[in-house]
């Protein structure tokens, strides 16, 4: 079967940073993306990675290692806007979204 | 702005009165998704069209049904809604379905359906 695994919860303190673990097995892989999704509001796009590495955009970043089956991704000088799910997505071989239960961020002052 | 758009944020119905929520898109994207979320849960995909070509997910019930009359709208039909069926309903789009890095899916505000 196909599986995405994130933690649930995490906190963190405003001004931190902080890094959420995706790890997945599926039938094939043509990328990973992550998702921001604010309570009741739909997800917004944050990041794509096909190649290993680390690509980074502003404040987030989002690391990949194919051979490992494993992504991160990292918020830096956290603000309160910030606690919102995060959603771990993998693109399997026939280009079908598989999609983590998302990991809930909670940014204290 | 391009955008998605779903009517309306918030559905309320009856224990097995038909509704129907919309989506539309100025994107001129290719692609349209309905997804069913629950609470802490992740998107479930139920069914998707590239342009008009219908495609079901095997395991969305009979009860759920689509229509795309064309390429700026899409109808998610819920014949007999259930308690169980109670969630937020997102419509997303993406350009042709291969979901690379120029092509994310661009999801609409959702409706949360409530099943009274």
């Known amino acids: 079967g196909q599986n995405i695994d994130q933690p649930t919860e995490m906190t963190a303190t405003e001004g931190a940073i902080v890094q959420i673990n995706c790890t997945y097995q599926?039938?094939?892989?043509?990328?990973l993306f992550w998702y921001q999704q604010h309570a009741g509001e739909a997800p917004t796009f944050l990041s794509y990675n096909v190649l290993d590495g680390l690509e980074e955009k502003g404040r987030f970043s989002s690391f990949l290692s194919r051979s490992k089956g494993y992504s991160y991704l990292l918020l830096k000088e956290l603000q309160m806007k910030d606690s919102a799910s995060y959603l771990c997505a993998v693109l399997d071989s026939n280009y079908q979204l598989i999609w983590g239960a998302g990991t809930k961020l909670i940014i204290k002052p | 702005d391009a955008m998605v758009i779903q009517n309306p944020r918030y559905q309320v119905t009856q224990f097995g009165k038909p509704v129907t929520l919309s989506c539309s898109q100025t994107l001129n994207h290719n692609v349209m998704y309905w997804y069913q979320q629950k609470s802490s849960q992740a998107p479930k995909l139920l069914f998707h069209y590239y342009d008009k070509d219908f495609n079901n997910e095997a395991d969305t019930p009979d009860n759920f049904q689509s229509r795309r009359p064309n390429t700026s709208f899409c109808f998610l039909d819920i014949r007999s809604p259930g308690l169980g069926d109670a969630a937020m309903y997102l419509c997303?789009?993406?350009?042709?379905?291969?979901?690379?890095?120029?092509?994310?899916?661009?999801f609409g505000d959702g409706t949360r359906l409530s099943i009274l």
């Open positions: 997303a789009t993406s350009r042709d379905g291969t979901g690379n890095s120029n092509q994310p899916q661009h």
């Open positions: 599926t039938s094939g892989f043509n990328g």
